[in-house]
Nanobody
Framework: QVQLVESGGGLVQAGDSLRLSCAAS????????MGWFRQAPGKEREFVAT????????YYADSVKGRFTISRDSAKNTVYLQMNSLKPEDTAVYYC????????????WGQGTQVTVSS
């Protein structure tokens, strides 16, 4: 059984920074890429960023490009999301997700961590 556990959310002011972590565990965990998504109240879940385990290739949503950085620590099976210059519109529940190797979609999801940015 694969588990993804997010941490690092909280309440900050506009302009502040936060770093989210997502630790993956499970004997059968084998993934080729992981990503971060977010869902604000009343809105659909949206893509934030993704990274490949091999090569560390990254891709970002336009709304966070230049402010957020996704990275990974393969030895720890952990992915991070460094969020700088936070804005109130970044307020959401942030979820990490991973694919199962060979799958093109996200098969595993974390429980989410709340990020609230006050103005």
């Amino acid at each position: 059984q694969v588990q993804l556990v997010e941490s690092g959310g909280g309440l900050v002011q506009a302009g502040d920074s936060l770093r989210l972590s997502c630790a993956a565990s499970g004997r059968t965990f084998s993934s080729s890429f992981m990503g971060w998504f977010r869902q604000a109240p009343g809105k659909e879940r949206e893509f934030v960023a993704t990274i490949t385990w091999s090569g560390g290739n990254t891709y970002y949503a336009d709304s966070v490009k230049g402010r957020f950085t996704i990275s990974r620590d393969s030895a720890k099976n952990t992915v991070y999301l460094q969020m700088n210059s936070l804005k109130p519109e970044d307020t959401a529940v942030y979820y990490c997700a991973a694919n199962s190797r060979g799958s093109s979609g996200y098969d595993y999801w974390g429980q989410g961590t709340q990020v609230t940015v006050s103005s």
